[in-house]
């Protein structure tokens, strides 16, 4: 099946600084999300992106399908922020998305 | 319009024993999707219904199995809980048409906890 990896693991910020998260995957896709988890546990889908570049206040994507990944920026990061953001994929030949092992970000006041 | 919704929020079972979990989809949406996350990883897929009929089945025992009724509300059951089934369990709802290259809108999910 489809492979997704993403990086860092961990990442620790300071208030105000950007960041930028990737995510490398296996296979052309149909569909790539990226979502936030807050502490309770809710997904929050942040984009929805098989391709091109969306933005959303100071959350931004791109996903370059012809070379297997997408990255997430992150501007001006709030102690808000702090969560795990996972990227998930759906390939061509099946419905399920597969998850990457997700990025944990700390953001200290 | 009201989000996934998924209940109950927190089940606490003993090994052996046997749980029904329940998600109610976006209205609208036709297709639901279960996934199990256990603690520190991503996700892992379990099923996907789609107008009742499964069209997706994720490396799960036997044990596992899920229903979805008509009016898209779906069921996830576990039978012979074991303490590895410990973990939090996602339902997903998507679109009005056929599975595929749609945004998955994720419930608050289901806390089960096996001892």
């Known amino acids: 099946g489809i492979q997704v990896e993403q990086s860092p693991p961990d990442l620790i910020l300071q208030e105000g600084a950007n960041s930028t998260l990737r995510c490398n995957f296996s296979?052309?896709?149909?569909?790539l999300q990226w979502f936030h988890q807050n502490p309770w546990g809710q997904l929050i889908n942040l984009f929805y992106i098989p391709s091109g570049t969306k933005q959303n206040g100071r959350l931004s994507a791109t996903t370059v399908a012809t070379e297997r990944y997408s990255l997430l920026y992150i501007s001006s990061s709030q102690t808000t922020d702090s969560g795990v953001y996972f990227c998930a994929v759906e390939g061509n030949a099946g419905n399920m998305l597969t998850f990457g092992g997700g990025t944990r970000l700390m953001v200290k006041p | 319009d009201a989000g996934v919704t998924q209940s109950p929020t927190h089940l606490i079972k003993t090994r052996g024993q046997h749980v029904t979990l329940r998600c109610s989809p976006i209205s609208g949406h036709k297709s639901v999707s279960w996934y199990q996350q256990v603690l520190g990883q991503g996700p892992q897929f379990i099923f996907q219904y789609y107008e009742k009929e499964e069209r997706g089945r994720g490396n799960f025992p036997d044990r596992f199995s899920a229903r979805q009724f008509p009016n898209y509300s779906s069921e996830l059951n576990v039978n012979a809980l074991l303490l590895g089934d410990s973990a939090l369990y996602l339902c997903?709802?998507?679109?009005?048409?056929?599975?595929?290259?749609?945004?998955?809108?994720f419930g608050p999910g289901t806390r089960l906890l096996v001892l």
């Open positions: 997903a709802s998507s679109g009005r048409g056929i599975p595929g290259g749609q945004t998955q809108y």
């Open positions: 296979d052309s896709v149909n569909n």
